[in-house]
């Protein structure tokens, strides 16, 4: 009946979310993880040996179109990168701990350290460039770092071969 269609719908939404898509997402481990099959698996978990796939159909149908789960917004908030080990905010310079309210659909499979140096990396950017032209090339990088390209900006390399262009 439709009373225990909401109730079976209630008790396996906990961490869904829809995609501007009308895709279903679920959250874990920090990022939300597209997953069209989430609410199939889920009513089978909770009915067990009661599951029949018309009840799965009405509980997406309840899920999805009751207007209860939150949408996630087409590009994640350029303010923060979803890593390994929490949400770096990169204007204030912390890592903030994950959150399913953060909506973020990328996560890099790095984690932050607030104190990590690469010796190698800054000799070999000081043999390519002039220090004046080091933290642009930090800034690329750290831009690189951001989902999509919320600033809207191309960055091209120009000059002859075998200068580090590639690497």
């Not at 597209?34 to 067990?48: F, H, N, V, W």
């Not at 002039?130 to 989902?147: Q, R």
Request: proline residues 6%; glycine residues 10%.
């Amino acid at each position: 009946t439709g009373l225990l269609a909401e109730k079976l719908s209630f008790s396996i939404s906990d961490d869904l979310a829809l995609g501007v898509d009308g895709v279903t997402w679920v959250y874990g481990a920090g990022v939300w993880i597209r997953d069209d099959d989430e609410i199939e698996r889920r009513t089978i978990r909770a009915l067990g040996d009661r599951y029949r796939p018309s009840l799965a159909t009405v509980a997406r149908s309840v899920i999805t179109k009751g207007g209860s789960l939150a949408t996630l917004p087409p590009m994640p908030s350029p303010q923060f990168v979803n890593l390994t080990n929490g949400m770096y905010d990169w204007r204030a310079g912390e890592i903030l701990p994950h959150d399913p309210s953060y909506q973020s659909t990328v996560q890099l499979s790095i984690a932050y350290e607030a104190t990590a140096e690469c010796p190698t990396f800054d000799a070999w950017l000081e043999v390519l460039f002039d220090a004046e032209t080091i933290p642009l090339i930090w800034e690329v990088i750290g831009y690189l770092f951001m989902t999509g390209n919320p600033l809207h900006r191309a960055v091209l390399l120009v000059g002859k071969g075998r200068n580090g262009k590639g690497t």
